[in-house]
């Protein structure tokens, strides 16, 4: 069993700092919740990074929500269950889809600006799966902007102390409850931060493959930490695969956005042959799994490591205009996207499942909470449909805000103490471990599982489990044990469902089959993975 923390740890022998509120994450999830809690009570928001960076940084279509006289909350609640592919909460879909337009208002008045239209109505896009223009972006850079305004917000509210460069290494709970967090400081040195609630918003874990579009902060801390400390984690087996990142020598896996295949790129093989009407009959607007594994099957086909992406019928001050970001970014590395094939391959995405929550964001651990990637609020299911997961966040982040701001401060003090005599730690390079890791799970647990190739990588990941019991202190090392965790976790789950759903494909088993498999896969540190039933609301192990 995994233990119940990464350190030996005595409490009350930590300094400690109280505060209200501990915020754990910078992203949408982690600065909106914040501001919202500071209308009535003192938030420290820590940050492994800077305050500006994280997986929200980099959004580039945009966020999902009913603005339009045309649209209405049930389309986007159904296009939203359609994705999810049997599996989404209906309660959470209809909080995300009636609460979404006035989170965005809320945007808005902290200072965002998206795109408008010439007669000053906001721009509204179209993406996959959605039936309605209900996309408000800005540019192709959404992500920043809402980082900038929310940070700005932030930094002008005295109710907020940020803790950059801070690493939350776990929870500290007692009998149930949760009372902070420990956290080390950029020199080193623990702290015991103490506040009446802890909201995790830590983003996904796109770190556990060898290609992501995620930053490198994305290594499923939040589930990790969560986990050991008695949450109940859920659906972790859906990973979303974005089928165009960039794959190009020197360059990180930058997305390309669907929106590009949107306004018509097609997608080619190495021959310059055009194959996506073999795979789909919406062709490049396939749902993205489906877009994800032709193109893998198309690699393997032609025996190379990517396919073009060929827009190339735009002129270069449309797709200039449209896509600045990309753009920019594509000719840094000598491809101009409006006269060049772009090579792109899939790339870990978006992480469906996460620490399962109710409508309110709160855990099964007393005053934890859990808001934007990390959660499994039950709004995605087995897939997610594009532009709600920033939604999500802000959606649940109010709710989570509502909820702490009405907490009263715990009675007591925890006297938290483990020891368990650990050893010294590994000496194998962390960062080959890493390595390995991602190439790992790409290998046994990317876009095509099965049954053996998943047992094989389940037995090397447990041949990693000593580092658990290792005496660890850098941030590398906490991070490796977390994506470990997370590895595991996925690993299991994917190999016990055993069908085909959303972005969870099984080439053993790859029809869907709701008579057996319409359920959660839920898993807790002691009681290990269970199935919750959907249809009978029941779980069974
Ligand atoms: C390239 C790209 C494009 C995308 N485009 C869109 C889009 O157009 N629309 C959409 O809806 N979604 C999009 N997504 C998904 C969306 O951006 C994310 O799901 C969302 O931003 C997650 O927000 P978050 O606040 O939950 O986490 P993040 O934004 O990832 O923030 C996580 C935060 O937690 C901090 N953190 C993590 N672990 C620790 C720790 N141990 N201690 C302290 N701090 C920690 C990090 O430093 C960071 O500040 C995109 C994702 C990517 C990668």
Redesign the pocket.
């Known amino acids: 069993m995994i233990p119940r923390t990464l350190l030996d740890v005595h409490i009350e022998n930590l300094p400690r700092v109280d505060t209200d509120c501990i915020v754990?994450?910078?992203?949408?999830?982690?600065?909106y919740t914040s501001l919202k809690i500071a209308e009535k009570c003192r938030v420290t928001v820590?940050?492994?990074?800077s305050?500006l960076?994280?997986?929200?940084?980099?959004?580039?279509?945009?966020?999902?929500a009913v603005i339009s006289d045309e649209d209405s909350p049930l389309y986007h609640r159904q296009d939203t269950l359609i994705a999810g592919a049997g599996l989404c909460s209906a309660d959470a879909v209809d909080v995300l889809v009636h609460e979404g337009p006035e989170g965005v208002q809320e945007l808005i008045r902290f200072g965002t600006q998206f795109d408008r239209e010439a007669d000053g109505e906001y721009s509204l896009t179209m993406e996959g799966a959605h039936s309605q223009r209900r996309?408000l972006?800005q540019g192709d850079a959404?992500?920043a902007e809402i980082v900038r305004a929310l940070a700005e917000s932030i930094r002008r509210n005295t109710n907020i102390e940020v803790l950059d460069e801070?690493?939350?290494?776990d929870v500290v709970t007692e009998d149930g409850v949760c009372y902070g967090a420990i956290?080390q400081k950029p020199d080193g040195e623990l702290m015991f931060l103490a506040a009446k609630a802890t909201v995790l918003?830590?983003?996904?874990a796109?770190q556990l493959f060898r290609y992501?579009?995620?930053?490198e902060?994305?290594?499923g801390?939040?589930i990790a930490?969560a986990y050991r400390a008695g949450a109940y984690i859920q659906d972790v087996e859906f990973v979303q695969f974005?089928p165009t990142a960039l794959t190009y020598p020197g360059a990180p896996r930058?997305?390309i956005?669907e929106a590009v295949r949107g306004e018509g790129a097609v997608l080619r093989n190495i021959r310059g042959e055009r194959f996506m009407e073999r795979y789909h009959p919406q062709l490049e607007l396939a749902p993205r799994d489906i877009v994800a594994r032709a193109i893998v099957s198309e690699i393997e086909l032609t025996k190379s490591t990517f396919v073009y992406l060929d827009l190339t019928h735009e002129s270069q001050e449309t797709v200039k205009a449209r896509f600045p970001t990309i753009y920019e970014f594509c000719l840094r590395y000598g491809l101009d996207l409006s006269s060049d094939w772009v090579p792109v391959a899939p790339a870990a995405?978006?992480m469906m499942g996460g620490i399962k929550t109710d409508l309110h964001g709160e855990t099964n651990v007393k005053r934890l909470f859990a808001?934007?990637?990390?959660?499994s609020t039950g709004v995605h299911g087995a897939n997610r449909l594009?532009?709600?997961?920033?939604?999500?966040?802000i959606v649940f982040g109010k709710r989570i805000a509502e909820r702490v701001i009405a907490l009263p401060s715990p009675e007591r003090s925890p006297v938290f103490h483990i020891e368990l005599g650990r050893a010294d730690p590994p000496t194998q390079a962390i960062i080959e471990k890493r390595l390995k890791l991602q190439k790992l799970m790409l290998r046994h647990a990317g876009l095509v599982r099965n049954e053996n190739g998943m047992k094989k990588g389940l037995g090397e990941l447990r041949k990693h489990v000593n580092v658990y019991y290792a005496a660890l202190s850098s941030r590398e090392h906490?991070?490796f044990a977390?994506l470990l965790t997370v590895a595991l976790l996925m690993m299991m789950a994917a190999l016990r469902r055993e069908e085909s759903r959303g972005a969870h494909f099984r080439e053993d088993f790859p029809e869907r089959d709701d008579v057996v498999w319409k359920k959660h896969i839920v898993q807790h540190r002691e009681f290990g993975l269970a199935e919750e039933d959907l249809i009978h609301g029941t779980i069974v192990d």
Do not use: M, R, W
């Not at 801070?166 to 290494?169: D, L």
């Not at 594009?386 to 966040?393: P, R, T």
């Open positions: 754990i994450g910078s992203g949408i999830a982690g600065l820590v940050a492994k990074k305050l960076e994280s997986n929200t940084k980099y959004a580039q279509g945009g966020i999902a996309i972006h959404t992500g801070h690493f939350c290494i956290v918003c830590t983003g996904g796109g992501t579009t995620n930053p902060i994305a290594t801390d939040g930490i974005h930058f997305l956005s995405h978006y808001c934007g990637e990390v959660s594009a532009s709600n997961s920033l939604s999500e966040a906490f991070e977390n």
